[in-house]
């Protein structure tokens, strides 16, 4: 099954192609600084797409990429000079993630204008029948965020969830982040001497310091492994083929598996998450069990069909 570190790596070689290609070429600082390229891994993602190409696969029908000196270079690639035209589904997950980004307070002038012309061609009524909903951003959110940005220690004052005891960590932040409805920031922990991710609301206290951190040039990607609790949102659904991407990207339980379909435990804080995911995923997807969510379900669904009438 297909790591969603490739699936993520394919899909910045398939954004890198034509973004060059419509250059002619670019410079290599430029490349790393919108691709959030390390030196290795754009070598590595060019030296991908030099034995890539139309089928044949003889020398004249593979695409060229390389770096000439301090300049991105890709050629006989015309088939990729024009992205692919976006299915309604994938125009709507970019909405999404669009709006999240939005939502968050940390989209730029330029996306911020793409989101409202997406809108206005995908969904014009997105304001009232597709919800972003990143969570309660506490003023701990805004600190972090803003001590990642400046690279300063933090020392905080932390509850663990599977512990449940208090400590006290100086922490490096990287990354802030919201999934499953939470915030959440990653960074080095000098307590353990390794990177952590912690809870935002599980932190009491919050204190930035004046001294400095040199950020990693790669950092893990931001995730967190999810821990059900007895106050979770529970359901069981099944899965078809299509939608099997979803053992990828959520911690879930399987309950058990066929070539028809796969059953799985999904827990979430609430039933807004599994109820998205659901409408996301359509015909693919079954809900066997969960009252909460198949109302919540109903009702996202009926304020997306008035939408369209």
């Known amino acids: ?26 410079d290599v600082s430029e490349i790393l600084d919108r691709f959030d390229y390390s030196e290795d891994q754009l070598t590595r993602d060019l030296n991908t797409v ?17 770096i000439d000196e301090d300049k991105v270079i ?10 692919p035209r976006l299915t309604s589904t994938e125009a709507l997950g970019l909405l999404a993630a669009g709006m999240t980004v939005v939502g968050m307070g940390e989209a730029t002038p330029a996306l911020e204008s793409a989101v409202r012309k997406l809108t206005k061609a995908v969904m014009p009524e997105a304001s009232s029948a597709l919800v972003v909903d990143v969570g309660d951003e506490s003023d701990n959110v805004g600190i972090l965020r803003n001590a990642a940005a400046d690279q300063r220690v933090v020392r ?6 599977g512990k449940e005891e208090t400590t006290d960590r100086d ?14 920031v990653m960074g080095h922990c000098r307590l353990v001497d390794d990177h952590r991710t912690f809870r935002v609301d599980r932190i009491r206290d919050i204190e930035v ?8 040039k790669r950092v893990p990607d931001p995730g967190v492994g999810y821990t059900a609790s007895e106050d979770d949102v529970v359901c069981t659904i099944d899965l078809y083929p299509k939608a099997l991407w979803v053992l990828e990207y959520y ?9 028809r379909s796969t059953r799985i435990r999904f827990s979430a804080p609430d039933a807004e998450v599994p109820a998205r995911l659901l409408l996301r995923l359509g015909r693919d997807a079954k809900l066997v069990k969960g009252i909460e969510v198949a109302e919540r379900v109903n009702d996202l669904g009926g304020r997306l069909l008035i939408a369209y009438q």
């Not at 089928?55 to 060229?64: F, H, I, Q, T």
């Not at 905080?156 to 969830?161: A, K, N, Q």
């Not at 911690?251 to 070539?259: D, G, H, T, Y």
């Open 209 to 216: 310091t004046d001294e400095l951190f040199e950020r990693p």
């Open 50 to 66: 030099f034995v890539c190409g139309l089928p044949g696969y003889g020398p004249g029908d593979l695409m060229e990429a390389y």
């Open 74 to 83: 890709i050629d006989a690639a015309d088939y990729f000079t024009r992205a």
């Open 1 to 26: 099954m297909t790591s969603s570190r490739t699936v993520s790596r394919l899909s910045r070689i398939l954004a890198l192609i034509p973004y060059v290609l419509e250059k002619q070429s670019a």
């Open 251 to 259: 911690p879930v339980e399987v309950l058990r598996q066929s070539s």
């Open 156 to 161: 905080i004052t932390y509850r663990s969830v």
């Open 171 to 184: 922490i490096e932040p990287w990354t802030v982040f919201t999934t499953l409805g939470r915030w959440y």
